[in-house]
Every structure is written in structure tokens, then in C-alpha cells.
């Protein structure tokens, strides 16, 4: 059994490092990304607080032949399945390789609105091999939830994540 529970006394740095010490014990060595993904949003949902989605979306084929978002594991409400590059939040930060932090949703030229609760979202690229493959996005239903702590953080998660996924 693992048990990865944060002590909710955490200050956001130590709360990382500890998440990504748990994340880098768990999918070492694990070849399979869909593991590896579902474990990594369980993760995230444990020791990120006040998050209403937690999740991946991989570049993956469209049905026109090019590429976009596809929809990977996650914890939160059902999420639209398909998201074009450049489109929202998401494809914001694949189709530029950086990462989005949005304090306010609803000012984000674009923002899709998979679950009306949310109002502020982070989302960082997973690059591997100098193109994004894939992207971890946070949601919150706080506005302004996010720092550039977190962003950091989740930019440590990404770069432990790249060649797992
Ligand atoms: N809000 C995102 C879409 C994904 S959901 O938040 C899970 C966006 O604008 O890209």
C-alpha cells in the first residue's frame, strides 16, 4: 500500500518536493504511461489543495489527420475529450511549449469551460525531446489559486514525467 498523504501544515515548496519524490517513486521503472498518468493525478489531487480538476491531456492524432489534445487520466468532472492546438487554456500552453498560469478564467481569451466551478487553472508542458507531448492542467474553483511556486513546481513534475508518459 502507499501512502502519500501531505501534512496539510505543508508550505507549498515542501509540498512539491514531497509530491515529486512520490511521483518519481512510482513511475520509475514503469513503462506504462496510463499508470503512470492515473497515479501522477491522484497524486496531485492529494497534495494540491483547493483543486476542482487535476489531470493530463497527450498530443495524440485528430481525426483530420493532424494533431491535438486528447484527453488522459485525471480526477474531477467528466472533460472534453478533444482540444485543438492553440485552443483554451490546454492548447495554449502546447502550441507554445510555455506554461499558462490564469488567475482569472473568464478573462483568458478561449478558456474552455469543462467545469463551470472553475476560475483560476494552471497548465505546464510535458516536453520530451524538445516537443510537447503531453500537458498537466490544475483547476481551481478560487480565483487567483495559482503562484509561480506552483508553476515551478509543476514544471519539476513535468521534467520528471517526460519519457514516463
Ligand atoms: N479549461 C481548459 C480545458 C480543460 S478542463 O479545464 C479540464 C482549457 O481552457 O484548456
Redesign the pocket.
Known sequence: MYDFKPDPALDAPERYRQLCGAAEALTTDEPDAVANMANVAALLWEFVPDLN?A?F?RIGASKSGGEELILGP?V?RP??IR?PLG?????AAAESGETQLVED?HA?P??????AA?RS?L?VPVVREGRVVAVI?L?SPEPARFTREDAAGLERLAGILADRI
Not at 478561449?110 to 467545469?115: F, K, L, P, Q, V
Open positions: 480538476w489531470g491531456y485525471f474531477g472533460a472534453c482540444i485552443a483554451g487554456v490546454c492548447g478564467v483568458f478561449g478558456h474552455i469551460a469543462c467545469d472553475s487553472e497548465v492542467d483547476d
